[in-house]
């Protein structure tokens, strides 16, 4: 992570996203920060922790279970919130957060700001959306799906940059199937033209 020095594309973005507007409090700080291809988005609940704006990019957030193992529950390259859930109080290690394609955060340092934040009622609405909306993402990614391909044409809407995956054995992994069930559905959505076959071990879904 590297913090970005220009000020009026700042506040281009501050405008573009009308971010002040989400709060009653005056005289916020904000910073313009970039993270690279494959970096983590680390949330702390320490005095370093922060609000973190997307506001270009694309961001991966998996949740992570107490196998260790880690889930895919939205790929998102839109604008959105990173940092709520810590914000309330759920455990940094609750979610992972994986940037996709290089992204920049308008980024507000919390402290001491949190007990100011808290009765922030503009902020605290703004809040309650973004948390409900991860929430319903987590419920979500737990459903018991009723076949191997309702799971897979999930996937591949929800959690797949452009729709569209490589590699049939990672994905079999991430599934928890075999790689001989996933290819038989594939060639079944492909001869249904639910998905196209991109090229070998690369599927996008139509």
Request: charge should be neutral.
């Amino acid at each position: 992570m590297r913090e970005i020095f220009d000020m009026p594309k700042l506040e281009r973005y501050l405008d573009q996203y009308k971010i002040r507007e989400l709060f009653e409090t005056e005289a916020l700080s904000f910073h313009l920060c970039q993270y690279d291809k494959g970096e983590i988005i680390r949330f702390t609940t320490d005095a370093n922790q922060r609000l973190h704006f997307v506001v270009n990019g694309s961001v991966q957030i998996y949740s992570l279970h107490e196998d260790g193992e880690r889930y895919p529950l939205r790929f998102i390259n839109d604008f959105t919130l990173l940092g709520d859930m810590e914000f309330c109080g759920a455990p940094s290690a609750f979610l992972l957060v994986e940037v996709v394609k290089p992204v920049l955060c308008v980024e507000l340092p919390l402290y001491p700001l949190k007990d100011t934040l808290l009765n922030d009622n503009t902020f605290l609405r703004f809040l309650l959306r973004s948390v409900s909306y991860k929430l319903a993402l987590f419920a979500r990614s737990e459903t018991a799906f009723s076949s191997l391909e309702e799971k897979l044409l999930y996937y591949m809407e929800h959690e797949c940059p452009d729709h569209q995956f490589q590699g049939v054995e990672a994905v079999a992994i991430q599934l928890r199937c075999s790689r001989r069930q996933l290819q038989r559905i594939l060639k079944s959505l492909s001869g249904r033209k639910v998905i196209r076959k991109v090229k070998k071990g690369t599927y996008r879904l139509v």
